[in-house]
């Protein structure tokens, strides 16, 4: 079983639109949360952080379910430029060497 | 802003030759590098963690004689991968973290072809 699970889609979503990404990981254990975003042939770049208690950040808003290990991304008004693979990441506490495990992402297009 | 300064952006070399990866961290100390790999359509797989001063700490499956890592200083950390074949072409990225701070830095990767 993968530590951390994506949808790899393609999402294929009309400008404007809303779309989610969900993720979920299999270590209980782990400290933090992120949604990091990739575009083709380029190193990821952090999108947001994930809080147990939600949180917004624009057009996207992220969610944590500690109890259920699921992590969700909601992207409103989708823009021509939203295209991207979305990756779920965790962080592992120290006694895991403070590393980050990447899922290997959903792809989103966005279209005209 | 944190930066890591990656080199080279893209190699590319024959079969059995050595390529040396660099990543300096430009205006901070960067205590932990990490080392990722990544292969078309797949995740970015963790490969090492380096502390600055000691040796590497590899991920199962990786082989620590074949991508030798230093991290001397706590401002340069670099990846060799030695005696390369074409299963090891790939993207090879760095990630810097800060002692007492949960970020990560990431360099721009470096894209290694092996003919």
């Known amino acids: 079983r993968k530590e951390v699970e994506q949808d790899p889609g393609p999402f294929n979503v009309p400008e404007g639109a809303t779309v989610a990404f969900n993720c979920t990981y299999s270590n209980s254990a782990s400290q933090s949360f992120f949604w990091y975003r990739q575009d083709c042939r380029k190193e990821p770049k952090l999108l947001m952080s994930?809080?147990?208690s939600g949180n917004e950040d624009g057009r996207f808003t992220a969610q944590l379910n500690r109890a259920s290990q699921y992590i969700s991304l909601l992207i409103r008004d989708s823009k021509l430029s939203d295209s991207a693979t979305y990756l779920c990441v965790v962080g592992e506490g120290a006694e895991y060497g403070n590393k980050l495990v990447f899922g290997a992402g959903t792809i989103l297009r966005v279209k005209s | 802003g944190a930066v890591v300064s990656q080199h080279p952006s893209r190699v590319i070399c024959k079969s059995g030759t050595s390529v040396k990866i660099e990543c300096r961290s430009l205006?901070?100390?960067?205590?932990?590098m990490f080392w990722y790999r990544q292969f078309p359509k797949q995740s970015l797989m963790l490969m090492a963690t380096s502390n600055e001063g000691s040796k590497a700490t590899y991920e199962q499956g990786v082989e620590k004689d074949k991508f030798l890592i230093n991290h001397a200083s706590l401002t340069l950390s670099t990846l060799t991968v030695t005696s390369a074949h074409p299963e090891d072409s790939s993207f090879y990225i760095c990630s810097a973290r800060r002692r007492g701070n949960y970020g990560y830095t990431f360099g721009s990767g470096t894209r290694l072809t092996v003919v």
């Open positions: 205006d901070f100390q960067a205590t932990t």
């Open positions: 994930v809080y147990s």
